[in-house]
């Protein structure tokens, strides 16, 4: 994985959401930590091209996320805050497929491929049901399959477990674990991302650290006042 960010900078009419930032991310796991209100959804929807920069660019894989914002939704899925946003359509497995129909895939290479992705996140049984039927486990479950099923190489991951309680909180922290996706988690759980390679702290629309969890999740505590 190869992210650059080049002075890149969003504002959202006369706020500023993000501060110029330049940065380079090489490792496989990071963690976003900070306030609420701190530009971490908007830097992390930078990266995928959700949001698109003010000044500066961003770069992913060698691909610009304005030029090239087609190659770079395919390098990089974003699992939003709430998988009620993501599975839209009234039946899982329909949900599923619908990322593939871009693709020249045939109906039996579709159906392998969503079939192989709900065997991978333990919810083969879940490919008939209805969408609103599901519980918040199985429905951020559902979201991972849904981003998943076209491969991309970066996953990012926007608060994944804010919504769960706590058996599904450990069933998504294992299911996250045992990827070997290059993740990028925005998460208010440090433990979690204690244990990634690196961590970003946001405060105000500004990167203020970027180091190693411990020093940084320290750094955040004093800045939370905890
Ligand atoms: N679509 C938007 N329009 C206007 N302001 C926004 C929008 N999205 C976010 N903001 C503002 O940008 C700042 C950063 O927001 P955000 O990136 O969502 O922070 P975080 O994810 O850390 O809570 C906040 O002040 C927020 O109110
Ligand atoms: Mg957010």
Partial sequence: MDIHFEEASV?????????PLTLRLTERRIGVIGLNG??????ARLINGLVKPSSG??????????KDAEAVRAEAGFIFQNPQNQIILPILKEDIALGLKRRKLSGAEIDAAVSAVLVRFGIPH??????????GGELQLSAFASVL???PKILILDEPTNQLD???????????AAMDE?????SHDLA????????????????VGDGNPSDVIAQYKKLAGA
Avoid at 126 to 132: I, K, N, Q
Avoid at 192 to 207: A, I, N, P, Q, W
């Fill in 149 to 151: 099923v076209t491969q």
């Fill in 11 to 19: 504002r959202y009419e006369a706020r500023t959401a993000l501060e």
């Fill in 126 to 135: 879940l490919a008939d049901r209805r969408t609103h039927e599901l519980s």
């Fill in 192 to 207: 979690l991302v204690e244990g990634f390679d690196k961590v970003l702290l946001f405060s105000g629309g500004k990167l």
């Fill in 38 to 43: 701190s530009g971490k959804t908007t830097f």
């Fill in 57 to 66: 660019k961003v770069v992913v894989n060698g691909f610009d996320t304005v």
């Fill in 182 to 186: 290059n993740l990028i988690v925005i």
């Fill in 166 to 176: 706590l058996k599904n909180r450990n069933l998504v922290e294992r299911t996250m």
